[in-house]
């Protein structure tokens, strides 16, 4: 498919974001002020109105205390950081069957999943760290083109080319109309000369899509939005946009003519669950135009000893259910421990899923099931 510079101005139209965060505070070392995207960054969010953006002496974080652990996790969670990565961070690691490299523009979100992926697989503080030396590592891409397990054809899906991940530690969308990185990006990768074929990838809870959609991505990016049933967006999904309001910026990406994907997650086997995904999938198959470029991943909802602990200390009147008597163990290979659904749950949610997905998106294709 052919895609042109600029998509024709008709097609650009998107719904005010819903949800834009302002960090209360801003820390910004050194390094990363004299690097050309953190000077962007900075002028972003003056133009934001952030007001407490603190320019340090040097390249160390202070500390981030507050009157006890709760207090110091929401000061965390509304503190933005700019800063220059460690260089051992610069060295894209691979992240089969998702992608073949990790491109990391940012660690950490300031919403408020409950069920929060990155519990327990970042450490320290909550605090959203921008990596400040976006420009340098995009210039450093050309030498990953053509590695990694799935463009070397060992995991070889769909012709993608090389594919990189931005979305592992954070959520680009987010962060967007702070940072700007992932318009970046898009640009870059729908304009550079590549020494071979190579598909950007990012996954959003949020809306903010405007800044995309003009932008020559040449078909190169695939934004995937990460939906689920109403009720657990409404019960769970803390300072993110709305789900439908997610499907509204689907719809208009697609119109741009990106390719897109579904990542439906974390799926919950929750009163009414049919009645609840049907009505999802119903509304995205009503905002995609015929030929969009789909793609589908469900990932059913699983914990970890060590995330349940991190998320019941970070939220500790959840409702979410993490109870080890309600799943089956499923063990890694380095001892590790996941709880998922039981088996003939698992099953009756894949058999569902898989059925409703070949009935309402005919289109898609149905990455993988976990
Ligand atoms: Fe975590 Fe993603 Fe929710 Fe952010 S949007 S809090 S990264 S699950």
Redesign the pocket.
């Known amino acids: 498919m052919l895609y042109p510079a600029m998509t024709a101005p008709a097609l650009l139209e998107a719904p005010a974001p819903t949800r834009l965060w302002t960090p209360r505070r801003v820390l910004v070392t050194r390094s990363a002020a004299e690097r050309p995207h953190g000077q962007r960054v900075l002028a972003r969010l003056e133009a934001a109105g952030v007001s407490d953006v603190e320019l340090l002496p040097g390249d160390r974080l202070p500390s981030l205390r507050g009157d006890d652990d709760r207090a110091a996790f929401m000061a965390a969670k509304d503190t933005m950081a700019l800063v220059v990565p460690p260089p051992s961070k610069r060295r894209l690691q691979p992240i089969p069957p998702s992608a073949d490299f990790r491109l990391d523009l940012a660690e950490?979100?300031?919403?408020?999943?409950q069920?929060?992926?990155?519990?327990g697989s970042l450490s320290g503080p909550p605090i959203t760290r921008v990596w400040a030396d976006l420009d340098e590592v995009l210039d450093g891409l050309d030498s990953y083109v053509g590695q990694g397990r799935i463009t070397s054809g060992t995991l070889e899906r769909g012709g993608e080319g090389t594919t990189f991940e931005a979305?592992c530690?954070?959520?680009p969308l987010?962060l967007e109309h702070l940072t700007g990185g992932l318009a970046r990006m898009v640009a870059h990768f729908g304009t550079h000369e590549w020494p071979g074929p190579v598909q950007l990838r990012a996954?959003?809870?949020?809306d903010d899509v405007a800044g995309l959609l003009g932008l020559p991505h040449g078909g190169r990016t695939r934004l995937r939005f990460?939906l689920n049933a109403a009720s657990v967006g409404r019960r769970f999904?803390?300072?993110?946009s709305r789900v439908d309001a997610r499907i509204a910026a689907l719809g208009a990406v697609a119109r741009a003519g990106y390719p897109v994907g579904l990542t439906i997650a974390p799926i919950m086997p929750v009163e009414g669950w049919r009645e609840e995904y049907g009505a999802l999938l119903d509304a995205v198959a009503a905002v995609l135009p015929a030929g969009t470029d789909l793609t589908v991943e469900c990932i059913t909802h699983r914990f970890t000893p060590g995330s349940k602990e991190t998320l019941l200390d970070w939220y500790p009147r959840t409702k979410l259910e993490m109870d080890e008597s309600r799943r089956t163990p499923k063990r890694g290979r380095f001892g590790s421990v996941k709880h998922v659904y039981p088996k003939e749950t698992m099953a009756e949610l894949r058999t569902w899923f898989e059925a409703a997905l070949a009935d309402r998106l005919p289109q898609a294709r149905f990455l993988y099931w976990t």
Do not use: R, V
């Open positions: 950490g979100c300031p919403a408020h999943c069920y929060c992926y990155l519990a979305s530690y954070t959520d987010a996954t959003t809870k949020f990460s999904e803390g300072a993110t």
